[in-house]
């Protein structure tokens, strides 16, 4: 297994686009570390360690997360793009928030947010608030359900949200629409922000 490795340059880079600093980097390193191979990580990879941490895994939610990081859209990540994401996750005002919850969202990558997406994203948000707010952590994700009147609330919230962005019709959020919308409308651009789950992708960072 190969290490990243930076020198003082690299951190001092990397410190200044990400806003963080010396020590959060030796940190971030030693995670990155213990994760990546030959300096890289891919998306199966990214799926197996959220499955160890959190007994289970969502779908939309290790796409979030693999998406957060694949700042270049190469599939894999490296130590600059985990220190960026953190930085995105730490500091909630960065510019790109529009932008960088658009490239969440679009879970599959075709550059479009669909309804069925928005559902995944939506309904992902209710069961990791239950896996931290009810269960505290400690029931395992994977066993972990939603009542149907739960899912029949997040599918009914997800498709009013879905259909106030698609302002063409063609049952897909395009790119522009996304970014003309949030751009007009501050409080949708909170709600889509807020469906990153900057928490529970924070304590994707943690220790335990």
């Known amino acids: 297994m190969g290490n990243a490795s930076s020198s003082s340059k690299d951190f001092k880079e990397i410190a200044a686009n990400s806003r963080l600093d010396h020590a959060d980097l030796k940190d971030l390193l030693k995670k990155f570390n213990s994760m990546a191979v030959n300096g890289e990580l891919n998306k199966e990879k990214m799926k197996k360690v959220i499955d160890l941490k959190y007994g289970g895994t969502d779908s939309a939610f290790s796409n979030i997360l693999f998406n957060l990081f694949d700042r270049n859209n190469d599939k894999t990540i490296n130590f600059q793009e985990f220190c960026l994401a953190y930085g995105?996750?730490?500091?909630?005002t960065l510019d790109d928030?529009?932008?960088?919850?658009f490239k969440c969202l679009d879970l599959n990558g075709d550059g479009f947010i669909s309804k069925s997406e928005l559902r995944a994203v939506v309904l992902m948000n209710k069961k990791m608030e239950k896996y931290f707010k009810v269960y505290n952590k400690e029931k395992p994700l994977d066993q972990i359900n939603l009542l149907p009147l739960e899912v029949s609330n997040v599918n009914k919230e997800a498709?009013?949200?879905f259909d106030q962005m698609d302002v063409n019709g063609d049952k897909?959020?395009?790119?522009?629409?996304?970014?003309?919308l949030t751009a007009s409308d501050p409080v949708l651009k909170q709600k889509m922000s807020n469906l990153l789950v900057k928490d529970e992708s924070l304590d994707f960072f943690s220790k335990k």
């Not at 928030?97 to 919850?101: G, H, P, Q």
């Open 88 to 92: 995105y996750l730490v500091n909630r």
């Open 172 to 180: 897909q959020i395009s790119k522009e629409e996304f970014l003309q």
């Open 97 to 101: 928030i529009v932008e960088t919850s």
């Open 159 to 161: 498709d009013e949200l």
